[in-house]
């Protein structure tokens, strides 16, 4: 479901996913205007609040999961991007809600937005607030027993907090948005720590420095927030299962998880605590079930030869929204343990002979504007044998200029549908491998192409 009916609307808005915002137009007292005159359906549904600038929507799914796998029965996520349909965005555990329940949210929506503006009670809000908004209806009227909200930037003026979590989480934080949110780790800590309320729990993820800790440390003393510390030097194992898909076991929680890097463990273990405090008595039986079922799309999706039918000579297709220098330095580690597996495997499968699997697969890469492309590049380039930059989709602005000068010997094409076959033909020709990594956009394009196919 594409929900035309609901995204032709929002779009008519000011989308700050779209162009750069500027930090005088981000603020609260509009959202919360337009909250109190809906009855304030965000606060009918006790939930989980997830900020940070890595593995939000890890944890936000994996969180999910465990609710779920502890009998909750309708738990709604809130999740960003859309990875390839909007309702991606505002779903429940297992998938979209009937599109009467869509329906109806929307209808109230739009009735009373345009009731507020045409009586200049609100400021005319922008494409995120109706998309907050859009989700707290939709999960009223859906019945939700329990909500996870992911925020989409910093934290503390974002819109999803108006909510009152049960729990706050604020995961592993890295330098971004730094004309919104500061030029420090320590001033965007200070602005993600704005979801931390009083008396109220919060989950902190592995952190880059001692001082990011101290930051929220500090702010969960004065809000008298009992704060928990994850460590980020969790035991895992990796293995192959029967499909050649690699699965990661987390010692520490005894799981095996469909979420791969040394990073979703903790990740995990994050979800799994947050959950604990939010829902008293749940077992460990519980939390390993939901963590054992928990998957998202495009956090290092492994496709075989058996799911490329189209490309019967890639071994395998990597798709992962990595975009930073950190996430895609993790991708590069999880990619060469794969690399490791897969060759392990060919020397005992007969079937396996036709690819070359200790050969460097093909990269197809984008990235939007602002990102640290140099950085990126210098991580990537040793570990591919081809590497085709392109657009991330029709969502987010390039700089193609300077990822090209980044990358060296490279193959640039604008176009990103042209550069994705041209991509996934390059790796079949070649049978080789093809990772995908720079964008959750351009990941999106490629599932939408894949999909488009015959077989698809």
């Known amino acids: 479901m594409d929900l035309e009916f609901a995204t032709d609307y929002f779009n008519q808005f000011v989308n700050f996913e779209r162009i750069e915002p500027k930090k005088e137009g981000i603020y609260l007292e509009n959202i919360q205007k337009i909250c109190e005159y809906f009855g304030s359906p965000e606060l009918k549904i006790p939930c989980i609040h997830v900020a940070g600038s890595k593995g939000k929507g890890s944890v936000v799914t994996m969180a999910g999961y465990i609710l779920k796998a502890a009998g909750y029965k309708n738990v709604g996520l809130y999740r960003s991007p859309a990875l390839t349909h909007f309702t991606d965005r505002i779903s429940e555990v297992n998938g979209p809600f009937p599109e009467a329940v869509y329906r109806a949210a929307f209808l109230k929506l739009k009735s009373g937005i345009e009731k507020l503006v045409r009586e200049h009670k609100i400021d005319q809000p922008t494409y995120y607030e109706l998309v907050t908004l859009f ?88 809000k008298h927030s009992e704060i928990v510390f994850i460590p980020g030097n969790l035991q895992t194992k990796y293995f192959l299962d029967d499909n050649s898909h ?76 990595a975009h930073t220098e950190n996430s895609v330095a993790g991708a590069v580690e999880t990619l060469e343990i794969y690399r490791e597996k897969l060759a392990l495997k060919k020397t005992y499968d007969s079937c396996l002979t036709d690819f070359t699997l200790d050969a460097k697969p093909v990269l197809l890469f984008a990235c939007a504007k602002d990102k640290n492309v140099e950085a990126m590049a210098k991580i990537l380039e040793p ?74």
């Open 135 to 222: 989700a707290f209806l939709t999960f009223k009227e859906a019945g939700c027993d329990f909500a996870v909200y992911e925020v989409g930037m910093g934290g503390r003026l974002d819109a999803t907090n108006v909510i009152k979590p049960e729990v706050s989480v604020i995961n592993t934080i890295e330098l971004e948005h730094t004309k919104i949110l500061g030029d420090t780790l320590e001033k965007i800590a200070a602005e993600k720590a704005g979801i931390i309320k009083a008396h109220t729990p919060v989950v902190i993820g592995p952190q880059p420095t001692k001082s990011v800790e101290e930051v929220f440390s500090r702010i969960a003393t004065e």
């Open 246 to 321: 690699l699965k990661m076991r987390v010692e520490e929680l005894n799981v095996d998880l469909n979420f791969l890097g040394h990073f979703q463990a903790a990740n995990a273990l994050t979800a799994a605590t947050a959950v604990r405090l939010a829902v008293l008595n749940i077992s460990d039986q519980i939390i390993k079930a939901g963590l054992k079922r928990a998957f998202l799309p495009g956090r290092f999706e492994i496709l075989t030869n058996g799911e490329l039918i189209d490309f019967p000579k890639i071994p395998y297709a990597i798709l992962d929204g």
């Open 383 to 456: 570990h591919f044998s081809e590497i085709i930059l392109t657009s991330p989709g029709s969502f987010k602005t390039p700089d193609l200029p300077r990822a090209r000068k980044a990358f060296e010997a490279t193959t640039v094409i604008e176009d990103y549908n042209s550069a994705i076959k041209i991509a996934l033909e390059t790796a079949n020709q070649n049978a080789k491998g093809l990772v995908v990594l720079g964008s959750f956009y351009l990941v999106a394009e490629v599932k939408k192409y894949l999909e488009a196919t015959p077989w698809g």
